[in-house]
């Protein structure tokens, strides 16, 4: 006769403990420190963050019990997995090495590709043939960075699918066709912003043919590379989508079509858990957005997003910790349930990436999804009362921001009356000094440098210390992108190899 053993749940033999019992306990090993000055984070958005939470702090939350690709999506758009596009940009100069190059990637793990059009004037529909020739656009995805010609991609795109005997349905991938942020970066446009909006209207209506191609690249990763924080990346962002939101829908594309049609783009840092709670909220906020042009929980207004590690925190010197931050960036952006990401190699802000930095970067995310199983299940995160909070807490401030903005008319109208400039410079400034007095981190840059690291022979000091090429007739202030290493590189070069700035 078999023995009936009895299961003896494990957490029976732990009696429940109150938050006020915790908290005498943490002030008893304080010994009379103050706990908010020890132990509680002012983080830079202004927001106080503790250093545990309990059931009780998130058990109100509203969205608290939906599940992975419900409404209003903060816990992502995958039910089966946690999947994500690998990407790897290839500048495009001469297209049939371009595509050859493209070839062998493909071969080693990426399954999205970034074509970078460096010169716009040579963009035909036979030069797209040579670049797209071979590749199986059905089983990838692809997108195109170019500074023009958005429409005509589109339709050489459109014409291959055909040509190829293709399936539109199964054809992934966006054109970078993004005004505001050209005229963020520059001050102006080519054109008159009206007829920009127009022109993108056209590129949208063009590719409804690609039910799953996005037609607007929206690169909120500026906003980070020019020293925002997490709640303004994401506030100034969801305010561009609005935007566009706002101009397409008034050009006669419907609010299911143009949401359809957003990409999002994240600059991913270092502040690992933040960075994760940031992709959820964004995905929560930018349904609380299209429910308002589109009420009804559509599928097509989901949030589709694309990360790209920050190039803010990126450094010259001691270049090989540039690793160690993209790696962590690169699992925050997977945590938070990225759709695609882009890890870039360690020395592309000194140089031309060569093929082992490129090789480490893709095999960054490859570690990551078949060694440490990131891709196996769907909103990791979920549930954790710490990152669950994280998200609320972003959320909300966000949110306060974002209506600010609309507040005073907008994006567009912010930009133009310098609101968001400012915003930014304050914040960008903020964050300098702080990289100044140490209590920002640069690891080999203003903690433990390197004394004797001197050789700077395949440095590219113009990618180091980007300009930006203005026009003479400025519409708006420009915003101005930086690393918050450089005023400590300039120094060094100064003092180790006498290089004139």
Known sequence: MKRMVQKEKLFDQFPPITTKEWM?????????????????????????????YRMEDIKDLMYINTLPGEFPYLRGTKTKNNNWFVRQNIEVSDYSEANLKALTILMKGVDSLGFIITDIESVSEKIFDILLNGIHLEAIEVNFLSNGKAKEIVDFIINYVKKSGSDPLKIRGAIEADPLSRIMLNGTLCIPVDQGFDYLASVVHSAIFLPHFRAVHLNASNFNNAGAGIVQELAFGLSMGCEYMSQLTERGISAEIAASKIRFSFGTGSNYFPEIAKLRAARLLWSVVTNGFLPGNSEKIRMDIHCVTSEWNKTMYDPYVNMLRTQTEAMSAILGGTDSLTVEPFDIVFRHPDE?????????????KEEAYFDKVADPPGGSYYIETLTNLIAENAWKLFLEIEDQGGLLSSLKSGWIQRKLSESASGRKLDIASGKEILLGTNRFP??????????????????????????????????????????????????KM
């Open 450 to 499: 390197d004394i004797n690291e001197k050789d700077i022979s395949e440095i590219d000091l113009a990618r180091v210390f980007k300009s930006q090429v203005l026009e003479s007739d400025l519409q708006i202030e420009p915003i101005k992108l930086f690393r918050g290493s450089e005023e400590y590189e300039r120094l060094r070069l100064k003092a180790d190899e006498g290089v």
């Open 356 to 368: 082992f930095s490129e090789r480490i970067a893709r095999n960054q995310q490859l570690i990551l």
């Open 24 to 52: 005498n306990k943490i002030n008893s090993d304080l010994k009379g420190a103050d706990f908010y000055k020890k132990l509680v984070w002012r983080t830079n958005e202004g927001f106080e963050v503790k250093p545990f």
